[in-house]
């Protein structure tokens, strides 16, 4: 069984920095997952990309957070971060993890969704 566990939501004031990780469990040693990434969910809004990162390194982000968040991965520990600088109150929304995943070779590439963790900006 898939699961992506979320952790590094937090309440900051504005300006601070959170950083966010997401680990992935039940992906097999045959097993691939490309890509990964951050969505985000404010209480009365749609859920919107905010970061990706491919298994080269390639990454996209929203233009809302260019040059303040920052997404890397480590492969080996199937762990994905989003490094989040400069806060502001607009970010206050709930963080999930996604990724694109083969759990193992000949199985159905399928997409994973994390449970979420709040992130709440104060002014």
């Known amino acids: 069984q898939v699961q992506l566990v979320e952790s590094g939501g937090d309440l900051v004031q504005s300006g601070g920095s959170l950083n966010l990780s997401c680990v992935v469990s039940?992906?097999?040693?045959?097993?691939?997952?490309?890509?990964m990434a951050w969505y985000r969910q404010p209480l009365w809004g749609q859920r919107e990309l905010v970061a990706s990162?491919?298994?080269?390194?390639?990454?996209d982000y929203a233009d809302s957070v260019k040059g303040r968040f920052t997404i890397s991965r480590d492969n080996a520990k199937r762990t994905v971060y989003l490094q989040m600088n400069s806060l502001k109150p607009e970010d206050t929304a709930a963080y999930y993890c996604?990724?694109?995943?083969?759990?193992?070779?000949?199985?159905?590439?399928?997409?994973?969704w994390g449970q979420g963790t709040q992130v709440t900006v104060s002014s």
């Open positions: 039940g992906i097999g040693t045959s097993g691939y997952i490309n890509p």
């Open positions: 990162i491919t298994n080269s390194g390639n990454t």
């Open positions: 996604n990724v694109g995943a083969r759990i193992a070779m000949g199985r159905p590439f399928r997409e994973y």
